[in-house]
C-alpha cells in the first residue's frame, strides 16, 4: 500500500514546522511499511493470495491488524471480578466479548483500554460535590495497567511509534482512552496525571453535561447547560493539544462538537460513534459533523470509528455484519476511506450483531467490505492505518506547541472556591 494516506497534513507548513515533524515523517513512513511488510514477505516466498472474501479477509488481516477505538474490559474486571486481577484469566473464555485466544482469531493487533466511570448525579448541577469519580477512574487505570502487566501478550503503548513497534513484535498494542471528563474532578490538573499514567484519548463527555461541556446524552438529548463547551472546556481542548491527547467527540452535544473542532489544533476522533443518519439518536454523530472531518478548507483531521452496537447502528435495534458495513460505508462516502475506523465498545454493550460477536469475528466485516469492492489499501487504513495517522497528527502538534514555549494551563473551574486565596498562616 501506499505511504500517502498514512502522513498528516495539519497546517501550512513552515521551516519550524518541518523540522518539527521530521521525526513524526519517519514514524508515519514506518506505520505503511509495518503495515505492508509481511504482505511484501509473504509474495516473496510465494504463498498463494486467496480469492474467497473470508479467507482473504484473514489473510490480510495478518499484516494489517485490527486497532479498535474502545474495548470496555476494565468495566466487566469490575462488575466480575471487583477488580481483582488475579481472579482474571485471560487465556480462557471470558464471559464478555474479549480474552486472549479470540483476540488472537480475530486479527487484533491493539485497542484502547476504555476507562469509564459513571456520571453521579450527586455531583450536583454545578459538579462540585464530593464523589468517588477520580478514587473509581484510577482504579480503571489501575486494573488496565495490571493486566497489561501480567500477560506478555500486551505492550502498554503512549506513542504510535509504540503501536508500530509491538504489533512487529507480534504483541497486542494496549493503549488507554478516558470515556468523559466528568472524570477529570473539574481539574485540568487531573489531565496531566492521567496523561502521565498514558491516557491517550479524552472523550468529552459521557451521558451526562460537566464542567467542560454538553453531553448528547446515550438514548435521549441531554438539556444543555453550557451552549457547547464552557470557557473551561475550551481551555481544555488546548491542553490535550498541548499535551498530545486525541479529542474524542462520540458522546457530545453537536454544539460541543462543533465548538471543538473550531478550536483543535490537532486531529480528532469519534471513538465509538455511529451514523445519525440511519438511527436518529442525538449520540449518534449527524452529517453536519461528517463534513467537518477530513483535510481543506474547513475541516479537521480526524477518524471515525464504527460502534458495534445494534441498538446505536440501527432503529429496530437489530444489526449483523451488513448493518456495520453499512455503517462503514455511509461514513467513508461522506468522509472518505482515509477517515473511518472500527470503534465496537465490546465488553461495554449488552448485545451485538450478529456475525459480530466478539472480537474474533472483526474479519467477518472486512470480508463483507472486500464483497463491496474495498481493497487491501482501503482495509488496512480501516484497520488502524487511519487511527495511527491521527495519533501521530497529535503528537506532531504537541511538538510543534512544545517548540512554541506553551505551558500547562494554569485555568481553573470558575464554581470553585476552594482554590480562593486565604491568609497564611491561618488565623
Known sequence: MSSQPLIPRLQPETPD???SKRLQLVSTILVALLLVGGTIFIGLVGEKVPTDPNELADYWLKTSPVIDGHVDLPILVREVYGNNVDKVDLNKNMPGHFDLPRARKGRMGGFFWSIFEDCREEAGPDFLN????VRDTLERIDVALNLIDKYPDFTLCRTAADVMWAIKEGKIASL???????MLGNSLAALRMYHLLGVRYLTLTHGCNNAFADSGGVFAAVKPKWGGLSPLGKELVKEM???GVLVDLSHVSDDTALQALEITRA???????DSRHFN????NVPDQILDKIGHGKGKTDGVVMVNFYPTFASPDKKANVSTIADQVEYIAQRVGRKYVGIGSDYDGIEKTPDGLEDVSKYPN????????????????LLAGGNVLRVLNGAEAVAAKMASEGKK???AIYSKRTDLDPRPFPPQ
Open 365 to 380: 466485516l472486512f470480508a463483507e467490505l472486500i464483497r463491496r469492492g474495498w481493497t487491501h489499501n482501503d482495509l488496512s
Open 176 to 182: 488507554l482512552g478516558m470515556e468523559g471528563a466528568h
Open 241 to 243: 493539544n498541548r499535551l
Open 408 to 410: 500547562a494551563s494554569m
Open 280 to 283: 436518529n439518536l442525538s449520540r
Open 17 to 19: 514546522l518541518q523540522r
Open 130 to 133: 464530593a464523589t468517588n469519580t
Open 267 to 273: 486531529p480528532v476522533i469519534l471513538s465509538h460513534s
